[in-house]
């Protein structure tokens, strides 16, 4: 039979809450009472109180719980999701609490259990996709949450977030004002369930994801500003957020007769993987028909690569969401950050070969 808390109870000869303050509250007791009901304890094999019942009767768990994607590892093999968590470890760190992390699987219901589930006192949501029901969810357990984008509909909802729409027009300028015309957009999981490679969209709306539709929004609005129709854009489709998916969602493009001038990615882990494929071309191929590449982050790996890109701080974010949510401020003006973004022009980009 599994020790109990009475169990140590009998056995020292004392109350119920005399040994749960042993683990609690230690400064109610003597230094020799709590030795005898510590060893007594060990010696029955009591853990000592369940930690969820003990943070129930508190009133905290002392742990946010961070919501993001479908996979667990890409907390750990993203590179601009490590500095996101990064920023969120250090603010919990200065409160003393725990962090959880918190995969959202693909079945909606197990999402949402995911949710109603997780022992935590709040939420950074972090890239979630539509995150309505992930905050309709929250929002009946009644805890508070930050999220990494704008809400233009709620004045109360906290958030830092950085506006990426304007944020991916100002690297798409730089694209068109170097004469680019013939151009690919590249994002990943830009439908559920499409296929890798290009996609045949109406329009931006038809983008499922709100950051990718932001960014290709803003690709859009530069190219639409000198002429180039959304019909006239090669929309492609990467499997995920990955070096490899960026490779193999572009490399039939570039095998064609008439391959962009240019591919502007949503993140600069997809635009290393399309430098990978252009990398592995036949070198005449690659002099004939050069190819412009731009990302979106400034990961460490860009300016290693020479990646034009556009610069967002990601530790900061990470650490502002999460203060946020441990010191919300009584202001809710002061509770939406926008944070500043900045075009880093490199090497990637050239201008448009003649046709």
């Known amino acids: 039979m599994k020790p109990t808390l009475q169990a140590v109870a009998d056995a020292v000869g004392v109350s119920r809450s005399t040994v749960s303050n042993a683990y609690s509250r230690p400064d109610q007791l003597s230094p020799a009472l709590r030795a005898r009901i510590l060893e007594a304890a060990r010696q029955l094999g009591y853990p000592g109180p369940n930690p969820t019942a003990r943070s129930l009767r508190r009133g905290y768990v002392g742990a946010i719980g961070v919501l993001f994607t479908s996979q667990l590892s890409y907390a750990f093999t993203d590179p601009f999701a490590v500095r996101f968590l990064a920023g969120v470890s250090r603010a919990a760190e200065r409160h003393d609490t725990s962090l959880l992390l918190i995969p959202v699987p693909t079945d909606l219901n197990h999402a949402r259990q995911s949710v109603e589930n997780a022992a935590v006192d709040g939420f950074c949501v972090y890239c979630a996709g539509d995150e309505s029901w992930a905050l309709d969810a929250i929002g009946r357990r009644g805890l508070p949450y930050v999220t990494t984008a704008m809400s233009e509909s709620d004045p109360a909802q906290r958030y830092v977030a950085i506006d990426e729409r304007v944020a ?113 071309r036949d070198p005449a191929t690659a002099a004939r028909h050069p190819v412009s590449v731009t990302g979106f982050d400034d990961i460490a790996e860009a300016a290693t690569a020479g990646l034009t890109t556009v610069r967002q701080p990601g530790e900061e974010k990470g650490r502002l969401a999460a203060e946020l949510l441990l010191e919300p401020p009584e202001d809710p003006a002061a509770g939406q950050v926008l944070l500043d973004t900045e075009l880093i022009v490199r090497t990637s980009v050239r201008t448009a070969p003649r046709s």
């Open 168 to 280: 991916a027009r100002s690297v798409a300028d730089h694209v068109a004002g170097l004469g680019h015309r013939r151009v690919a957009f590249l994002g990943d999981t830009i439908v559920p369930g499409a296929p890798t490679g290009p996609l045949r969209l109406a329009g931006v709306d038809d983008v499922g994801h709100p950051t990718t539709r932001g960014r290709l929004a803003g690709f859009h609005d530069a190219f639409a500003a000198v002429g180039v129709e959304w019909s006239a854009i090669t929309v492609l489709n990467a499997a995920g957020n990955s070096r490899d998916a960026g490779a193999e969602a572009v490399r039939s493009l570039l095998a064609g007769e008439n391959p962009p001038t240019a591919v502007l990615a949503c993140s600069d882990v997809l635009a290393l993987g399309v430098l990978d494929a252009l990398a592995a």
